[in-house]
């Protein structure tokens, strides 16, 4: 194998246990180039974990595998620090990325990472699977470009896969599987038409939504079958679709987990 040929398999496993009434980190396994920087109790109560790539992004070939374990009672916040970069791939070698999370009754995990920025030749694959006791609360979001656009990058990845499940007691509550092949005539994949932006989420809480976030002809949400609520945008501007994303995001949490706004520092 030669040095431009090699990959790179980072490894992240983590465990969060409520001691004495505070949620505490008890098991951090790290292996390059994923690693955290060390968590931070919000006013809240929340444990929030960066999640860092020192490197220049995700290349051709690479494995990342996440994996985060919530106890009973511990409340979770874990974002990323920057954006995840989707290096291009002249092999076409597929990237990939598997998540993992369990959160036991009584606990709540919330993963909301930047945005991922797939480069003109990137392939990405990635799933998150999350399994739920009853009476556990969970909250994600996924926010995507259609690439480098100021470069004139607009979809010109190449291959870039997702597919998200959430289960509960061996039912289903979610399932979201996204693909898209740009080709030469493409122009408008799904709900974004000349849009450049998209996002999606999912939270499962105790409570009941009454107010529905919504921002016409760019945000929408409801609930699945399972009682799980999904939420889909899209804007032509990151900044904008940021907006309307944080705006829901406090929204759902208030109503879903009767939680506090989130008051996080960069």
């Known amino acids: 194998m030669t040095l431009g040929q090699r990959t790179r398999t980072g490894l992240l496993h983590l465990t969060f246990e409520q001691q004495r009434g505070r949620t505490v980190l008890t098991r951090d396994l790290q292996k390059a180039p994923l690693m955290i920087i060390r968590p931070f109790e919000l006013p809240c109560g929340t444990l929030m974990v960066f999640v860092v790539n020192p490197t220049g992004g995700v290349l051709g070939g690479d494995h990342s595998e996440i994996v985060a374990e919530v106890g009973a009672g511990a409340r979770v916040l874990i974002l990323t620090q920057s954006a995840t970069r989707l290096q291009p791939s002249p092999s076409g070698a597929v990237a990939t990325q598997d998540i993992r999370f369990t959160v036991a009754a009584g606990g709540r995990l919330e993963y909301y990472p930047e945005r991922t920025l797939p480069f003109a030749g990137s392939a990405f694959h990635q799933t998150l699977r999350a399994e739920l006791e ?18 004139g990058e607009r979809l010109a ?12 007691g061996g039912e289903r509550l979610y399932l979201d599987r996204l693909k898209l092949q740009p080709g030469e005539f493409t122009r408008a994949p799904g709900i974004w038409g000349d849009w450049d932006y998209a996002a999606s989420g999912v939270w499962v809480g105790s409570q009941e939504v009454t107010d529905w976030p919504a921002v016409l002809g760019q945000l929408a949400c409801s609930h699945t079958a399972g009682g799980a609520v999904w ?4 804007s032509a501007r990151g900044p904008t679709l940021d907006r309307a994303l944080g705006a829901a995001r406090e929204s759902l949490r208030a109503q879903l987990f009767g939680a506090r706004a989130l008051q996080v520092r960069r």
């Open 134 to 151: 009853d009476g556990a609360e969970l909250g994600l979001t996924e926010t995507l470009a259609s690439g480098r656009v100021q470069m």
């Open 157 to 168: 990845f190449a291959d870039y896969r997702s597919r998200v499940e959430i289960w509960r």
């Open 231 to 234: 939420l889909r945008a899209a």
